[in-house]
């Protein structure tokens, strides 16, 4: 394992990810100062999701013929630029466009940022853990960077948002190395895992249990500061602290899904946090008080992500020859229904109510687990690196 540049493609993914949990951070600001519908705060959710999650299979395929390893650091740079940029927006579909603008950037990001961590981590669960836990940490800092922010300066202040992609940017730069290219990425991969071959059908199963997973958390995502204001009176204050609980216990649940990984096998994570995600986001449904829910928003978060690692390693170990294709499908296609769905789970919170809409999501869950408990488990030998390419040390 690879510790320096693991470590600090962690933190690049910090980073990147922040300005993916900036965007449900944002919605109850947008509501209050530009008085925005439900199903319109939840088209805005579809253009940071959706439209990310559709490209990125495309950007993973672009970094399976070569390395372009720049790809990561524009995109976080991208994405920053979008957020900022939607503050100052004069109209809706400025607005939409923006956060598509920094959706994109994300989505550039997570192929050849996840291919180096591979690389980086080998074998490990924990490795890919220690990597995917650096976006979540980065989604449950930005609700209260956003609040912080927004909630001083108003929505005019998210160019503030931007500074943290600069800083990474220069270090990015200042830390460029010609090390051993990843044996996971481009022509080498192919070459390497030639008698290798991609198992689609078991991969099918993993994008199904995928595509049921992310439209609960999209939803849950986009709704829960909302949930926790309008049906259960707490604060502006209160209902972030929620939101960001929910994402730093998906933070725990990854490092503690890449433990038992290394440990007990990929598949008893991925089985136990789709079983123990069904009572949890009850709990969430069936909340009388803010207390319950939030108790429920940890257990959920922590249940959805006890998979999460496991899922990455093993999606790649499913198309052996595609890794980008394979990350870009499953982290990307896969959760973009999660992002198409918010404007439909929008429209049913307008017309019946938050309580209700989770219901109906706890439903739709049902289909994950299904899938998810089924996966088997496809073990690869670790192939050395032999190109060189451009990596980063610290």
């Known amino acids: 394992m690879r510790k320096a540049q693991l470590g ?18 944002l919605l109850p600001f947008l509501m209050s100062e530009r008085h925005y519908s439900y199903a319109a705060v939840s088209g805005i959710a579809l253009a940071a999701t959706g439209l990310s999650s559709v490209v990125q299979p495309v950007f993973g395929m672009i970094v399976d013929r070569s390395h372009r390893n720049w790809l990561a650091p524009l995109g976080f740079l991208v994405a920053a630029g979008g957020i900022a940029a939607a503050g100052f927006a004069n109209s809706y579909l400025l607005t939409w466009i923006c956060v598509a603008v920094a959706g994109i950037g994300v989505a550039a990001y997570h192929p050849p940022a996840t291919n180096q961590a591979r690389a980086a981590g080998g074998r490990s669960q924990q490795a890919m ?4 836990v650096g976006g979540t940490l980065g989604s449950s800092l930005a609700p209260a960077l956003v609040t912080a922010v927004v909630g001083s300066l108003g929505l005019s202040g998210t160019y503030l948002l931007a500074v943290p992609a600069v800083v990474m940017a220069l270090l990015w730069l200042l830390n460029r190395r010609h090390a051993p290219a990843p044996a996971s990425s481009g022509s080498a991969a192919k070459e390497s895992t030639v008698d290798i071959p991609d198992d689609w059908r078991a991969f099918g199963r993993l994008v199904a249990a995928t595509v049921g997973w992310s439209i609960p958390y999209v939803t849950v995502s986009s709704l829960l500061s909302l949930y926790a204001i309008r049906e259960l009176h707490a604060s502006t204050a209160a209902a972030a602290v929620t939101l960001t609980s929910f994402t730093l216990a998906g933070a725990a649940g990854t490092l503690l899904g890449g433990w038992l990984g290394d440990r007990m096998g990929r598949l008893m994570p991925i089985r136990t946090g789709y079983l123990l995600g069904i009572p949890a986001l009850a709990g969430i449904v069936l909340s009388p008080n803010h207390l319950v829910l939030e108790l429920s928003a940890v257990l959920f978060g922590l249940a959805m992500f006890l998979p999460f690692a496991n899922q990455v390693t093993l999606a790649q170990d499913y198309l052996p020859t595609r890794p ?5 499908l499953t982290l990307g296609l896969a959760m973009s229904v999660g992002g198409l769905s918010s404007p439909l789970f929008g429209w049913l919170a307008d017309t019946e109510g938050l309580r209700f809409t989770l219901g109906a999501v706890l439903v739709v869950f049902g289909v994950a687990v299904l899938f998810g408990t089924r996966l088997r488990d496809r073990v ?6 032999e190109n060189s390419s451009e990596e980063l040390v610290t």
């Open 129 to 132: 853990s220690l990597f995917s």
């Open 8 to 25: 600090f493609l962690t933190g690049t993914h910090v980073v990147n990810d922040l300005y993916q949990g900036a965007v449900p951070a």
């Open 324 to 328: 980008g294709t394979a990350s870009g």
């Open 380 to 385: 690869l030998p670790v192939q050395p690196c």
